[in-house]
T-cell receptor, first 114, second 113 residues
Framework: DSGVTQTPKHLITATGQRVTLRCSPRSGDLSVYWYQQSLDQGLQFLIH???????AKGNILERFSAQQFPDLHSELNLSSLELGDSALYFC?????????????FGPGTRLTVL | GESVGLHLPTLSVQEGDNSIINCAYSNSASDYFIWYKQESGKGPQFIIDIRSNMDKRQGQRVTVLLNKTVKHLSLQIAATQPGDSAVYFCAETEGTGFQKLVFGTGTRLLVSP
């Protein structure tokens, strides 16, 4: 158990809908990272927050957004969902967010868009 | 369990053998490299890391080798055990600023008893 929690574990929804994925980092970690893992794209970095502020962006679609709250939990919002958004979504947390920060991954949320 | 990728390269070994998993990275500016292990139905788990100013680093039963000339990274697992069966990913990031990992496609390791 990494100490990172993600909810829900599974989510099934329809195209065009909007969902929110939640992540609670390990106690004391200030950084939260979001990743998408799909069969054809592998593990893709989406976005990184440190202590409430966005620090780095990867291949995140405009339909997706994220935020980190004062209590350091983070939410990833996915809107206007398409079939291709079906994937595993992981968050990871770290202490510093700097180059040599070790990321601890949560168990993931499996999103299925029908 | 959940499938991470249907078309991953696969390495099959016998229990007790040594395993070598390879990774080619693309960014010459990458300065820090990490190996992750992902078991079925779980998130990736940190195994070992290496900075670009090193060419070898050892951990418990694992060794990472870095060849910057040909942009190649390898993970060696000694005395492989059935519990080592998983998908292994290398990841790279540039050496400045906030971490932004780029993951490789992964290799599936299957260990037979």
């Amino acid at each position: 158990d990494s100490g990172v929690t993600q909810t829900p574990k599974h989510l099934i929804t329809a195209t065009g809908q909007r969902v929110t994925l939640r992540c609670s980092p390990r106690s004391g970690d200030l950084s939260v990272y979001w990743y998408q893992q799909s069969l054809d794209q592998g593990l893709q970095f989406l976005i990184h927050y440190y202590n409430g502020e966005e620090r780095a962006k990867g291949n995140i679609l405009e339909r997706f957004s994220a935020q980190q709250f004062p209590d350091l939990h983070s939410e990833l919002n996915l809107s206007s969902l398409e079939l291709g958004d079906s994937a595993l979504y992981f968050c990871a947390s770290g202490v510093t967010g700097q180059v040599e920060d070790t990321q601890y991954f949560g168990p993931g949320t499996r999103l299925t868009v029908l | 369990g959940e499938s991470v990728g249907l078309h991953l390269p696969t390495l099959s070994v016998q229990e007790g053998d040594n395993s070598i998993i390879n990774c080619a990275y693309s960014n010459s500016a990458s300065d820090y490299f990490i190996w992750y292990k992902q078991e079925s139905g779980k998130g990736p788990q940190f195994i070992i890391d290496i900075r670009s100013n090193m060419d070898k680093r050892q951990g418990q039963r694992v060794t990472v080798l870095l060849n910057k000339t040909v942009k190649h990274l390898s993970l060696q697992i000694a005395a492989t055990q059935p519990g080592d069966s998983a998908v292994y990913f290398c990841a790279e990031t540039e050496g400045t600023g906030f971490q932004k990992l780029v993951f490789g496609t992964g290799t599936r390791l299957l260990v037979s008893p």
